[in-house]
């Protein structure tokens, strides 16, 4: 488990952050008191961008997003994050909060692993792993349901089928599985894009994006969220096979013991180190998590 905590912490991710309550430049601010560099409102890119180039070169964007409804909000986009950022990270997200932002039943969080360097065995690796545990994830991440029915949807059920009768799988092949059809070249707002798990970006910016959990300005949550997502990818990484047979079921007396089993035993986040991790993933699930049958804890 140790190489996969260490492949974990070597690979690259993103995030986008929906607020309300935060106007754009204010959350420019926000993002400048912690990482310094400087400002630039750039409405010529589109969602009235307000970028905020830190002064390692990288650039933080706070834009406009339409599914905030008519109140406006904003999205924070990271720029491409590793491992030893995570704490500026946190700090970004603290200093948003205090500056007003809001996270409610509108807003959602976005993960992107970068996937440049997977293969396409791998990146189905991933999917796999994923829709096998789906359900549990879904209830750990406590996602809308109103979400679920729009802009983050379950896998769907064809796209499994059409992978696991695949008998070779390339990039064309694991397209062709995830579409229906073969599309190289999907456009940004192509349906497919709007799962829990979707993979359009895989064809477009290189990266695997999880849609799965809500908004929020709680620093350990959005470090919890991300790291349960780079786990799963580091797994589909060094596993020698996956599989989605025996899809587990959620069940509300073994719950908390699932999840906990599949974060220590399933991704190795075991020990002090992913305590926080494990608290943030386990707190809205029911049962116990010593044991397997809850009654037996009472």
């Not at 002064?55 to 933080?60: E, H, L, V, Y």
């Not at 590793?82 to 039943?105: F, H």
């Amino acid at each position: 488990m140790q190489n996969t905590i260490e492949t974990m912490k070597s690979l690259t991710f993103g995030t986008e952050l929906e607020y309300t309550g935060i106007t754009r430049p204010v959350a420019a601010k926000a993002i400048q008191s912690v990482i310094g560099g400087t400002i630039a409102h750039r409405p010529d890119l589109g969602y009235d961008t307000w970028q905020i180039k830190s002064p390692d070169g990288r650039i933080w964007k706070a834009i406009s997003d339409g599914s905030l409804g008519a109140g406006g909000g904003c999205e924070v986009v990271t720029p491409i994050l590793r491992w030893e950022d995570m704490e500026t990270l946190q700090e970004v997200v603290r200093s948003l909060r205090k500056a007003g932002a809001k996270a409610t039943s509108e807003t959602s969080q976005h993960i992107h692993i970068g996937a440049q360097g997977f293969s396409p065995v791998q990146i189905a690796n991933f999917a796999k792993i994923f829709y096998k545990q789906e359900e549990l994830i879904l209830k750990s991440l406590g996602t809308w349901g109103h979400r679920l029915g729009h802009y983050a949807k379950r896998t769907d059920r064809g796209f499994i089928e059409r992978l696991n009768a695949t008998r070779q799988i390339t990039n064309e092949s694991l397209n062709k599985a995830w579409f229906g059809e073969l599309n190289m070249h999907p456009t940004h707002y192509e349906s497919h894009r709007y799962r829990d798990l979707n993979l359009n970006n895989i064809w477009r910016t290189g990266t695997i994006e999880v849609r799965a959990a809500n908004g929020s300005t709680h620093a350990g949550e959005i470090k919890a969220n991300i790291i349960l997502c780079l786990a799963i990818a580091a797994k589909a990484l060094t596993a020698k096979s996956t599989s989605s047979k025996n899809r587990r079921e959620y069940d509300t007396r073994s719950a908390k013991y699932d999840m906990r089993v599949f974060l220590v035993c399933g991704l190795g986040l075991n020990g002090d180190e992913f305590k926080n991790t494990r608290q943030h993933l386990l707190k809205r699930l029911p049962g116990s998590a010593a044991w397997k049958n809850a009654e037996r804890a009472a």
